[in-house]
């Protein structure tokens, strides 16, 4: 039973040495002019908020942490990361037409409403992304704001 288990333990051992050779691209591209924060007027308090719970999901900086770099873990982050780029990349912002823009504004509002983004996934990990009541307020008036600017602009 004890050569047993050091066997497995050999084998469980090698076998996670050998994933680690095995970690997905990094998500950590330079802030082009096409991100909403080069295109928009976001307000500092907005900034932040979205520096601490939807940029590094929704857009191509993400911050990696020390343990993003051990898989699995390496695999899950990435896989989070591409799911919320496919959803919504703010670093191609003004690749966006107006009317995805103003539907995105109205999607984030609703998301962070009911409580559906930051995902629990990453609020267990960044504790400084799990929003308040006046944080979210804060993003749906800034997002209600923005898309009504959009809205003018088009109508002029």
Do not use: R
């Amino acid at each position: 039973m004890n050569k047993l288990f050091k066997i497995i333990t050999i084998i469980l051992l090698a076998a996670f040495i050998t994933i680690q050779f095995f970690q997905p691209e990094k998500n950590n591209k330079e802030i082009s002019e096409n991100h909403i924060l080069k295109k928009e007027q976001v307000p500092e308090n907005i900034k932040l908020i979205l520096k601490n719970a939807c940029l590094d999901c929704h857009s191509n900086q993400t911050n990696y942490l020390w343990y993003h770099n051990i898989a699995p873990v390496s695999w899950m982050v990435n896989k989070h990361v591409v799911a919320g780029k496919d959803e919504l990349n703010l670093s191609d912002w003004a690749k966006l037409d107006i009317f995805d823009k103003i539907s995105a504004l109205e999607d984030i509002c609703q998301e962070v409403e009911h409580k559906k983004m930051p995902i629990k996934e990453y609020i267990l990990m960044h504790k400084e992304a799990k929003l308040t009541d006046e944080q979210v307020a804060e993003i749906c008036k800034w997002t209600e704001k923005l898309g009504l600017e959009l809205l003018a602009s088009i109508q002029n």
